[in-house]
Nanobody, 116 residues
Framework: QVQLVESGGGLVQPGGSLRLSCAAS????????MGWYRQAPGKERELVAR???????NYADSVNSRFTISRDNAKNTVYLQMNSLKPEDTAVYSC??????????WGKGTLVTVSS
């Protein structure tokens, strides 16, 4: 059974930092492209960052230079380091695992709230 379990969300003040984690099980983690997506209230889900099996990364323009995605294949875990957080970063952040566009799995998400 495939599981993606996110953690690390919470309430943070503007300008603060959080690190999200997504622990995967039931998949050959190293072979998957891992991504973080977010969905704010009333908005569509959007890609935040993605890291391929070879380690190449891409980011949404809105988070580039503030967020960093990384992976630890030994721990089957992908991370999202979020710095200089803004109120507009408030959303449910979900982890995604995809392999060759045919196997696609999602976590349940973790809420990030940026507010003073």
């Amino acid at each position: 059974q495939v599981q993606l379990v996110e953690s690390g969300g919470g309430l943070v003040q503007p300008g603060g930092s959080l690190r999200l984690s997504c622990a995967a099980s039931g998949i050959s983690f190293a072979a998957y492209t891992m991504g973080w997506y977010r969905q704010a209230p009333g908005k569509e889900r959007e890609l935040v960052a993605r890291i391929s099996s070879t380690g190449s990364t891409n980011y949404a323009d809105s988070v580039n230079s503030r967020f960093t995605i990384s992976r630890d294949n030994a721990k089957n875990t992908v991370y999202l380091q979020m710095n200089s957080l803004k109120p507009e970063d408030t959303a449910v952040y979900s982890c995604n695992a995809i392999w060759v566009a045919t196997l696609n799995y999602w976590g349940k998400g973790t809420l990030v709230t940026v507010s003073s």
